[in-house]
């Protein structure tokens, strides 16, 4: 028996892999039993970022009761510093070889961001920059469902982003959304060869509605077999048809639409 599709997930600045569990419950239910989904939690925790050693060393049993990981945390001066990306980067290295293969990965936010630098690294970028900082062996990603993604401004990341990236993308970005702005999510689809945009009503948040979810279906059908199914419903099967008539109507991006209130 063929294994299921592996997918990792990676959550957003100040969150969870549980939290994204929740946040993602409308892809959950699109990819349902015919995928493995892998929840990863940042190594950075952020709840105690504005202690100092004093604090801590004064509290040692300081307990909060949620988590609120990253994957980095931005230092302005002269330029950016992303302290902790190096230590997130080898994170996912060693997730890769112990617990891939992952065909795709789920991205919020910070977490799409990095799922971009994933797919980027795996895509042939390694050798022209930072990368993992130890031997990774996987191949390259195969797909991309992100949502309120963007790029890393420091010019010295900019090898990542050098070249177009050859692995099929799905976009959400909210029309209100006040984190990540529609330009900065669309330079961070640009930079894909065929991304699929879906621009929603709403804001910072992977949207909930059966329109969202029949075009996530309709993208990750070819990758997760059993997806779409033989009793697949009619608004699934239109929302296949609508990124087929976008991709005729444009070669380099399609765009769906989710104006329901």
Known sequence: MASKPKILCLHGFGESGELLRIRSRNFHRVVEDHADLVYLDGHLDIANLHLTAADLDR????????????????????TVEYRGLEESLEQVGRVLNEQGPFDGILGFSQGACLAIIIAALLGGRAGHGPGFGIEVTHPPI???????AFLLSEPGYKYLYAEKINVPSFHMSGEYDTVITRDEARAASSIFESPV???????????????CANAMAAFVAPFVPGVLGDSADD??????ADTDAADSASPEQQILQDVSA
């Open 59 to 78: 509290n040692n049993s300081t307990h909060v009761d949620f988590k609120n990981l990253a994957w980095w945390w931005s230092r302005k001066s002269k």
């Open 235 to 240: 608004s699934v099967a239109d929302a296949a």
């Open 142 to 148: 195969k797909f991309l469902v992100l949502a309120g």
């Open 197 to 211: 945009l879906f621009d929603f009503v709403g804001g910072h948040f992977i949207p909930q509605t059966p329109q």
